[in-house]
């Protein structure tokens, strides 16, 4: 494809948005992945709009990191409250000195072992990072996707990129394109296509002082696998920690309610709540069949399948119009610390009483 500034490349992509509105006439387009996409997304990016991407773990909400106002069209669009600080997407290791004031060995084994991929290091800023960013923390937290589409934008784009998943706050993360149109449509422009996402489920936020290091998210990268890099295991923080606030109880929430149990029992969970009349589906890791249950979802007994279907299938349990979802944890080890955390947080419903009140 032509990237030229003609009538038909970039120039016209360009031109056909304006340089102080986020929005293409209130429509967001969703333009498959592409040299041409990416350009146009990266240009978009360098003029302060926000544009959604594709990573491996779920999809992003990007904004320039070093523009202040860009950074605030991300808090607006995702209706986020302003103290809870974003990651920066980083092209490359190398910039790592850019952002952050000091990097402990430890952030370099981990980096070396884990980048590209789903693992952020919360470091001590550089100061010449946004307050913006970093919701006033003397800390920034620091990625670099694996995602090829996102890891060309970063190239093309030059900088870092403040990106939270790509939903309004405290609600499913996206892992299609379409996803992100459906919850943000109107409120972002251009949404570039990278096809569904691999991982499924966030970063793992890893914490470094000094010698402690912390688990303060568990996601895409294992606490076995960064405990066999540090030669030992990390601390997981404790839920509401300051240092994460974005590790509310209540997150990652579909409207239908949750019900969480092991595997043994989840057919008899199931069983016992459609004979109330309820309409149940049922999730887990190795198939269960339940008589009378509207779905019963599995994921081949593969984890990493259930890590990337997960959101999906919280999505389609709304779809579904289920009163339940009776899921079935997998086991506390590999992506299933992860998937379990995500589900423990989907089903905190601090005032949720009953049935009538599943739409929210
Ligand atoms: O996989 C991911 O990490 C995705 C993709 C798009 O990269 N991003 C993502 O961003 O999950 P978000 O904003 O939805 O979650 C970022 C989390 C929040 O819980 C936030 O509080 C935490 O990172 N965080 C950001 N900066 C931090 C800091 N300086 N200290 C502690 N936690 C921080
Ligand atoms: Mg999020």
Redesign the pocket.
Known sequence: MTLDDGATGIGADRRRWSADRDLCDGQTEVVDASDRSIRLAASLLQAGHIVGIP?E??Y?LAADAANPDAVARVFAAKRRPSD????V?LGEAASLSNWARRIPPQASRLADAFWPG?L?L?LDRHPSVLDAV?GG?D???L?M?AHPVAQQLLRVFGGGLA???ANIFGRV?PTTAHDVCAALGGAVGLVVDGGPCEVGV??T?V?LEGEEVAI??P?GVSPEAIAAVLGRRARAATLGAM?????LASHYAPATVLDLCSSDDARARAAELISTGMRVGVLSLARIDVSGAAVAWDAGGEMAVFARSLYQRLRQADDEGLDVLVVALPPDAGLGTAIRDRLRRAAHRPQMSGKGERKR
């Open positions: 990573t773990t779920v992003g809870h600080p974003l990651i997407h789903p952020t919360v970093t923390q800390t920034v937290a990625r996707p990106a939270p998943s993360s966030e970063s936020i914490a303060l998210r996601g240092r994460a606030p974005g590790m």
